[in-house]
Every structure is written in C-alpha cells, then in structure tokens.
C-alpha cells in the first residue's frame, strides 16, 4: 500500500506560479513512477504529467508541456509539480498517482495509488 497526500494548491492569478507537492508513505516510494492529473468541474480526469522511478524519464500533457515541470526527490519520498505561466483553463482539482512500475505512463488507468486531490484555482 502506498499513501499520497497532495499540497500546495490555491487561488492565483494567470501567468502567475504553484508548486504542488506529493508526499507518499507506504512501501518503497523509489519503486513506483508517479503522475499529476487533474480534474475540472464537468470534466473528465486527465493527464497532466509523469516521471519515472529514477526520475530520468518524464512525460507531458501538451496542454503543460513548458510550462510544468515533474521532478520527484526519493530520499524525501516526494513528488513535485512545479506549475508556471498558469492560465485559468488549468483550474482544476490536481490528484497525485502511483504505479508500481518504471514506465511513466500518461493513462489515467494503469495507476494503482491516488491521492485526495488539492484544488488549484487560476483567476483571469
């Protein structure tokens, strides 16, 4: 089993920054790729971002992609998404993810671990 608690979310102005944070407990956090979704009212959960166990490999929505940033520290067991140029279309509530594997898949459905969601607001 493996826990993740999400923080960080809040209200900000476009073009303005967030950094979420995911911090997991349970078993070993280095042995699971971790991803971002998110999720707007009257919309389906999407993609958002993923990085592998070693963090060596990372994966992009194109809605995000240089604008967001996946990182993850092991020895904190920690995972970031460090969020820049926001724009109000990136309101949503974002949930953590993890899967016991390597690969960061971007499908919603191949993760085992969620977590309780925190609600970023971007005001135009």
């Known amino acids: 089993q493996v826990q993740l608690v999400e923080s960080g979310g809040g209200l900000v102005q476009a073009g303005g920054s967030l950094r979420l944070s995911c911090a997991a407990s349970?078993?070993?956090?280095?042995?699971?790729?971790m991803g971002w979704f998110r999720q707007a009212p009257g919309k389906e959960r999407e993609f958002v971002a993923a990085i592998s166990w070693s963090g060596g490999s990372t994966n992009y929505a194109d809605s995000v992609k240089d604008r967001f940033i996946i990182s993850r520290d092991n020895a904190k067991n920690t995972v970031y998404l460090q969020m820049n140029s926001l724009k109000p279309e990136d309101t949503a509530v974002y949930y953590c993810?993890?899967?016991?594997?390597?690969?960061?898949?971007?499908?919603?459905?191949?993760?085992?671990?969620w977590g309780q969601g925190t609600q970023v607001t971007v005001s135009s």
């Open positions: 993810a993890a899967r016991n594997s390597d690969y960061a898949s971007p499908r919603l459905t191949r993760y085992d671990y």
């Open positions: 349970g078993r070993a956090f280095s042995w699971y790729a």
